[in-house]
Every structure is written in structure tokens, then in C-alpha cells.
């Protein structure tokens, strides 16, 4: 069982911090031992804004996975996005400089590691590499280079990078939640590896995570990782319109769309127009509204937060091109009729996607929600094996993470 790892993965979402501990295997399944889950009130669109409150979000996320896992693990992967993240294509060139010619693992990290010598503008960094494919001498198109026989090397990556001191306070806020070391990753790529299959890649596919503060988007077109982009859009702005649209506080108009919300007109009118009672603000009557009131501010939002997809997916040149059409994960993704009005606007065929390939305590992550965290250790896995991630030098200590995050549970609730 040497080939399994233990990971402690961590979504940082504007609405809500998920943990799992999983176990990953080498054919990239995952079995989740444990799932914890916080409300997120210290991130928004992907920025800390309050280090101690979010520090407190993890620390509880990550004890109650900790906690039913009942399980050390190897390594902490966190999931972070923001409109500061940017991805871009580059290229890298080595020789290979062994007697054989035979290309190893240390050749192919060499050459990832001269694909990252972009210019990179000052305040940021890269996160994360992601090679799609190798050349060989003249021969193009290799996915797995070690082994083979030749005398140059080059890649073509898709390198995501981010602002540093935006991951300087990620990491702060981590630690103060006992997450020390943490492997930083992009959500909507893990996102991918959670819901995606190898086939949806190489047909073209947009992944597409609507969550609360922001959407999340990846595309990928024969099997590469093409295009990224981050939109500070999601599900709050629905929510929001609600609460104008129907002169309600935010609280209740969250309610109401979780409860009776729909996206698209046509569903509402085909249930029933029975009257909603919702408290107005304090010391108002009460107001009534029915199914299709409500339908017909989600449904302008929702065809507008695709608007603004469209106009991102279009960037990427393949957007016509997308035979696997658009995947739909993110909590947003689970207003019913969504992918009606993404279909209207996209022109693509659209489907909303739970994690696969998923064993162990399944039921609470079975949701389009969790998608960013499921896939968070197989990228890690998929990362390390091609040599794209950057490692932290530490190992985390599992008894000093738990003996902290108890102490900051403790003094916290
Ligand atoms: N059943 C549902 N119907 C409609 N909206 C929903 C439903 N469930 C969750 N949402 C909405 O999904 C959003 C939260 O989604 P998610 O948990 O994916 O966000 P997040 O990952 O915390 O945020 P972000 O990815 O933007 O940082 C909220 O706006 C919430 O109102
Ligand atoms: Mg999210």
C-alpha cells in the first residue's frame, strides 16, 4: 500500500471552508476518511480579508475531518482562486545530458523548471505548472516522456501564476488555523480533476465552478490544460438581486432561493403558484410572492453571469470547438434549470457534474459543491508524479497540526 497517500485537502471558498482526509491511490481513486465543513466569513472573491476569522473557519473545517478520519496524513493541499490568479502558455528546452540519452524523472523536472522561467511581473509568483505535453527531439505531442529515448526535451506548460502577497496572507491565515506547509493549488484545475474524464478533456470541454463570490473557469481541448480565467461573479449577486428585487433583508432572500429558487421562468410556471410568505424587514407585514416572481429575477441574473462565461470562454479561441460542451459545478450549479439558460446563452451543451471515482464517507460531498475539494488530492497526486507543483521544504507535523488546531478550536467556540 506504499503507493497511497494521505492528504488533508482544503477548499477555501467565499462561502463555506470544506476539509476532507483522503486516501489517494495510483489509480487516482479517492477514499474520503473524513469531511468537516465551516461557514467562510474572512474571504471574499478569493482575498483574505480577515486573517483571524478565517483562520478559525479552518481550523474547524479541519478538525471535524480530522476528527472522524481518525487518520494521520502525508500532506495538505489547499485550494485557493481570486481574479489575481492568471494563467498563461509557455514553453521549455533542455538537452539531455546523460551517455543513454534516456530521458528521467530529474530531465523532465529540468525542463518544467525552465518553462517557469517566464518573465513573471514583480509581486507575483507561480502557483502552480502544468505540463500538457512534451516534444522529443522532432517528435511532438508525448505525454510521458521518462524513458525515452533523445536528445532534446521540450514542453509545452500552462503556468498559472498569482500575487504574492495575496498568498503570503493565505498562507498566514492557514497558519494560524495550525495549517503549516501547505501545497497551494487553483480551484477550477482541481475542480476538474474531480469531475472530469480523460475523455471530456480531449473532446474540449469548459469546466465552469459558480460559487459564491466567484466563477471559476477551465478549459481543455486534447487533453491539454488551454485556458484559465476567474470571474468576481457568483451566487451572492443572485442572492442580492433577490433581496432589491423583492424588498427583503439578504438573509431571507438567501432563504427563499435555496428553498423555492429556480433558474429558468419556464420551470417556475410549471409548478404550482401557490403564494410564499416571506417576513418583510423588522416591523413590516409580511410579503407573498410565488414561484415564478422569484424564477424571473433568477433567470436574468443567471443569463447574465453567463454572459460574462461567454465572453471569458471566447478568449480561449476553442470555444466553438468544445464538443464536450460546458460542465457545471460550484453550490450555484445546483439551482434547478441552470443548465437550461446556460445552454439558451452558450450555445453548448451543458451538464452539471458531481465528483466521480469517490469511495469512503461519500454522502456529504456527493454535490457539485465539493467538487474543488474532491479533486484537490488527485491533482496533487497527478502534480507530483509530473512535476508540477511546488513542494514546501517542511514536513507538516500531524501532532503539532492537531495540537493546534485543538487549542484554537478550544479557545474559539
Ligand atoms: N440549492 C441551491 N440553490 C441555489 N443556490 C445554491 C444552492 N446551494 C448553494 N447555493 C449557492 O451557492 C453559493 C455557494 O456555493 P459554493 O459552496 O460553491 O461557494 P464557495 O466555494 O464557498 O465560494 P467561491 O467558490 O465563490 O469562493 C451560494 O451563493 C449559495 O447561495
Ligand atoms: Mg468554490
New binding site residues.
Given amino acids: 500500500m506504499e503507493d497511497v497517500k494521505r492528504v488533508l485537502a482544503i477548499?477555501?471558498?467565499?462561502?463555506?471552508?470544506?476539509a476532507i482526509v483522503a486516501e489517494i491511490g495510483p489509480q487516482n481513486e479517492v477514499r474520503v476518511l473524513g469531511v468537516g465543513r465551516a461557514k467562510?466569513t474572512g474571504?471574499r472573491?478569493?482575498r483574505i480579508v480577515n486573517i483571524e476569522k478565517t483562520a478559525i473557519s479552518v481550523s474547524e473545517a479541519a478538525q471535524q475531518a480530522y476528527q472522524m478520519a481518525k487518520s494521520e496524513f502525508d500532506e495538505v493541499v489547499v485550494g485557493i482562486?481570486g481574479e489575481h490568479i492568471k494563467g498563461a502558455t509557455s514553453r521549455g528546452l533542455i538537452a539531455i545530458s546523460n551517455p543513454h540519452l534516456e530521458i528521467t524523472e530529474d530531465d523532465v523536472q529540468r525542463v518544467i523548471d525552465q518553462a517557469k522561467t517566464i518573465s513573471i511581473p514583480m509581486g507575483r509568483e507561480v502557483l502552480y505548472v502544468h505540463p500538457n505535453s512534451y516534444t522529443i527531439d522532432d517528435q511532438r505531442g508525448i505525454k510521458e516522456p521518462i524513458g525515452m529515448i533523445g536528445m532534446r526535451l521540450e514542453v509545452e506548460a500552462y503556468i498559472v501564476t498569482a500575487q504574492s502577497t495575496v498568498l503570503m496572507n493565505i498562507k498566514r491565515a492557514l497558519s494560524k488555523g495550525g495549517v503549516e506547509d501547505p501545497i497551494l493549488m487553483f480551484?477550477p484545475i482541481a475542480a476538474s480533476a474531480a469531475v472530469l474524464r480523460a475523455q471530456d478533456m480531449d473532446q474540449g470541454v469548459a469546466l465552469v465552478?459558480?460559487?459564491?463570490?466567484?466563477?471559476?473557469i477551465a478549459v481543455w481541448f486534447d487533453g491539454d490544460l488551454v485556458h484559465t480565467a476567474v470571474l468576481p461573479l457568483?451566487?451572492?449577486l443572485?442572492?442580492n438581486d433577490i433581496a432589491i428585487g423583492l424588498k427583503i433583508p439578504v438573509e431571507k432572500a438567501?432563504e427563499l432561493?435555496?428553498n423555492y429558487?429556480v433558474a429558468s421562468v419556464t420551470l417556475a410556471e410549471e409548478s404550482d403558484e401557490e403564494n410564499i410568505e416571506v417576513e418583510g424587514f423588522h416591523g413590516q407585514r409580511p410579503k407573498f410572492f410565488t414561484r415564478r416572481d422569484l424564477a424571473y429575477i433568477i433567470e436574468a441574473r443567471v443569463a447574465e453571469i453567463f454572459e460574462f462565461v461567454k465572453e471569458k470562454l471566447e478568449q480561449s479561441d476553442r470555444f466553438s470547438r468544445l464538443v464536450g460542451g460546458v460542465i457545471l459545478?460550484?453550490?450555484?450549479s445546483?439551482?434547478p434549470g441552470i443548465e437550461y439558460v446556460a445552454e439558451e446563452v452558450l450555445g453548448l451543451p451543458v451538464f452539471v457534474r458531481k465528483p466521480h471515482g469517490v469511495t469512503g464517507v461519500i454522502d456529504p460531498i456527493m454535490d457539485?459543491?465539493y467538487a474543488?475539494v474532491v479533486g484537490l488530492p488527485r491533482l496533487a497526486r497527478m502534480a507530483q508524479t509530473k512535476g508540477g507543483i511546488e513542494r514546501p521544504g517542511g514536513k507538516t507535523s500531524v501532532k503539532d497540526f492537531i495540537q493546534k488546531i485543538w487549542n484554537i478550536v478550544k479557545e474559539n467556540f
Avoid at 11 to 18: E, H, T, V, Y
Avoid at 209 to 216: F, L, R, S
Wanted: hydrophobic share 30%.
Fill in positions: 477548499d477555501l471558498g467565499s462561502g463555506k471552508i470544506a467562510s474571504i472573491g478569493g482562486t480551484q465552478d459558480i460559487g459564491k463570490d466567484t466563477t471559476d457568483g451566487g451572492q443572485i442572492t438567501e432561493k435555496l429558487g459545478v460550484g453550490g450555484t445546483s439551482l457539485p459543491a474543488v
